[in-house]
């Protein structure tokens, strides 16, 4: 080798060291997260191929069978149909929503009354299937409902609730619609938030107040625009709707009185199975802020955050765990002695403990507000509201108890300044 071979290796060396110097530690293509669209699936499918029109026509029509009392009939006589012909993760994630969705509607067709003790086979199976190829419990979750259950009107037009439609529903009209695009604009609010995450996680890594500091402020921001989205709540879910006809095909079968010993899942399973249902707790944003923020919850919530963290996709799951493996950034800011900093870290999680305060007067109005309204009755077509509920989540926990909880510590996160 002579000494220009030498010294074009060297040159090399030296671009290759700049460049993974210049190139941050942490982000959040890894994680297939949208740098616009966060963690929400970008422009989900709304159609799959002929083969799979079976599904397609009883899962867009869900709320007439469901009301008619037809579903159940339809699904029994629905062909069985092989999960091999899916191409790519836009159609599994379709799939996993129309199977999903199907299967809520034909547990809860009839409410809490003659609920069926077995998912039958043409139903199960490719459900299993497809939940075990997307790394997702065979039932509807967060991502199905929320992240991949969305279309513009306009496709040239703006992420915003007017220009927005989901593409599978449910019995609840309107204000279902409300509920899962108004949620759906929440997580679209957390898109900075999530951009900041991973700029603080590199600011730590790569010491930078500065970039911190700006971090920081965009995360507070970021936060406070979720809560300004939560509030279209009221414009759009109607609370004794939302109480009488669309919690229960949100609920699961785990620790649900309803349906005490869970659901054979036929061809899959002889033993019943159990599974939660949707619930806010499977957001995995709200999981990322609190391990970036080293927000620590009780013993009991927190066991019940981590179960809820198998009902996300497994490359959010893994996201969550980069986070909290990563440098305490509350340990940093309080060994850096900036008040700046320290000041900057106590908004965010002030402003994400507003947030929860909000969304605990949000379900105080959904389910007490609205169960007292849908017992004055006026629903007649609809199942009657759930009884087994009255006092839980969909996912299953004690909701006020839960909430508060979770708000509380949030709280006590913030760091005194004479410490």
Not at 235 to 251: C, G, K
Request: aromatic share 8%; with cysteine.
């Amino acid at each position: 080798m002579d000494t220009s071979d030498v010294t074009s290796t060297v040159g090399d060396l030296e671009a290759q060291n700049m460049k993974l110097k210049k190139s941050p530690p942490f982000s959040l293509e890894r994680f297939h997260i949208s740098e616009d669209y966060g963690f929400l699936l970008p422009d989900p499918l709304k159609e799959l191929s002929d083969y799979y029109m079976p599904w397609m026509e009883i899962a867009y029509n869900l709320p007439v069978m469901i009301e008619s009392h037809q579903l159940r009939v339809r699904v029994d006589v629905m062909p069985l149909l092989s999960c091999h012909l899916l191409k790519g993760h836009k159609e599994q994630y379709l799939a996993h929503l129309l199977l999903s969705s199907i299967t809520m509607g034909y547990v809860w067709q009839e409410g809490e009354n003659n609920i069926p003790k077995v998912l039958p086979r043409n139903l199960a199976l490719p459900l299993v299937e497809v939940s075990r190829t997307l790394g997702l419990p065979p039932i509807l979750v967060h991502s199905d409902l929320v992240l991949a259950n969305w279309k513009k009107k306009d496709p040239d037009g703006p992420l915003e609730i007017r220009n927005l439609d989901t593409i599978v529903s449910l019995p609840g009209g309107e204000s279902l619609k409300g509920f899962i695009l108004v949620t759906l604009l929440v997580e679209k609010a957390a898109v900075p938030g999530i951009k900041a995450l991973a700029q603080a996680i590199n600011a730590v890594l790569q010491p930078s107040d500065d970039d911190l500091l700006q971090a920081l402020k965009q995360l507070k921001t970021s936060i406070a625009e979720m809560t300004k989205a939560l509030r279209q709540m009221h414009d759009y879910v109607d609370p004794a709707i939302f109480y009488a006809a669309i919690r229960i095909f949100l609920s699961g079968w785990k620790d649900n009185p309803a349906i005490p010993e869970g659901l054979i899942y036929e061809g899959v399973s002889e033993e019943p199975l159990k599974y939660s249902g949707g619930s806010a707790a499977q957001s995995t944003v709200f999981h990322a802020f609190d391990e970036l923020l080293g927000v620590c919850h009780s013993k009991e919530s927190t066991t019940f955050l981590h179960r809820m963290r198998e009902y996300m996709p497994p490359s959010h799951r893994a996201f969550i765990e980069e986070v909290h493996s990563a440098p305490s950034l509350r340990e940093y800011i309080l060994s850096s002695g900036s008040c700046l900093l320290c000041e900057a870290y106590n908004q965010c999680v002030a402003t994400l403990a507003e947030l929860r305060s909000y969304h605990i007067s949000i379900v105080a109005k959904y389910i007490l507000t609205g169960a007292a309204k849908a017992k004055d009755g006026g629903l007649g077509h609809l199942p009657g509201p759930p009884q087994a509920l009255a006092e839980r989540g969909t996912g299953g926990t004690t909701v006020f108890c839960f909430l508060r909880s979770v708000r509380d510590t949030t709280l006590g996160r913030i760091i005194d300044p004479s410490d």
